[in-house]
């Protein structure tokens, strides 16, 4: 099967605002912070998250479309990826210094 790409900013689209709003949600941000801890991805439901499936999924695509995380699929699985890299270019510092705030 072939992996594809659900939509989500380029880099240079990339807006803080937005990030920094989808960030300020609690269920966001552990999600985040799960994803900071797996490099390599997670499938979306491997997540222990206290919501229902539709509100994890709504979660996931608002850190999506504010380019937090990039989702591919894999056969019937979607796996998120932390967008790292492109949140340090753009904004140096910012995501270090989410995950490492107090819970």
Do not use: F, W
């Not at 807006?15 to 960030?23: F, I, P, S, Y």
């Not at 997540?47 to 990039?70: D, F, M, Q, Y």
């Not at 894999?74 to 270019?89: K, N, Y």
């Amino acid at each position: 099967m072939a992996t594809k790409v659900l939509p989500q900013p380029e880099r240079d689209e990339i807006r803080v605002e937005a990030v920094l709003q989808a960030l300020g949600e609690p269920v966001r941000l552990t999600i985040v912070r799960a994803l900071a801890d797996n490099p390599a991805g997670v499938c979306c439901g491997d997540i222990e998250l206290p919501v229902t499936a539709s509100t994890r999924a709504h979660h996931l695509k608002t850190l999506r479309e504010a380019g937090v995380l990039s989702t591919h699929t894999d056969g019937t699985r979607r796996i998120s990826v932390l967008r790292r890299d492109d949140l340090e270019a753009l904004y140096p510092g910012l995501l270090t210094g989410i995950l490492s705030a107090k819970q």
